[in-house]
């Protein structure tokens, strides 16, 4: 995917669903992975022509791992004159040596946000983006249908208001497959995750499924897809046709 692509698909996204305003300071969460890189060039680009302005600054929670190279992305940060955050947890150790935690996956993630919304508030920040695209959007549904019961999935944009922060999606129009190839055009610096559980979780299955799914009926991930912006679930945002004249 060419980034002109991306910066569209982008500018899709957090226009249809209002994402961001004037004066916003938005934290990027980076795991390090090709998602995450992906948002970041992407509002990194968008900054220098949207026209209301706003803030970046990087973030990225180290749950502690020895293996864990940040190194590339303290470089890119450089090259686009982003700041970089990063909060040291000892989150790893807590749930694989203290607690054992045989599906470590739920808590982590809880200790994980926690640990990032308190230093998002810190930073100043008032609006966290997450680097979650189309596919994300499909694969939460086909979990929340399985294994829920419900037809679900989750925002493009959500006000948290105990915190007080606002969490928007902008890859969201994009698709994982123009992700990798935006990753492998432009070399990003992905930073390999050493979490044990990687890849051996619920949201791989639903994953494989997706792509079997599409495979098997060509067009089906798209109408998913559709139907799910068609859905009007209860807590997200109205859309806003974009107008381009």
Known sequence: MKYQKLLSLTRQAVDTYQMIDEGDHIAVGISGGKDSLTLLCALYGLKRFYPKSFDLTAITVNLGFQNLDLEPIKRICRTLEIPYKIVDTQIARIIFEERRENNPCSLCAKMRKGALNAAIKELGCNKIAYAHHKDDVIETMLLSLLYEGRFYSFPPKTYLDQMDLTVIRPLFFVDEADVIGFWHKYQLPVAKSPCP??????????????????????GVKNRMFTAILNAELSDWPDRIIPDRH
């Open 197 to 218: 559980a990687d890849g051996h979780t619920r949201r791989e299955y639903s994953k494989q499924l997706l792509r079997q799914l599409n495979l098997e009926n060509p």
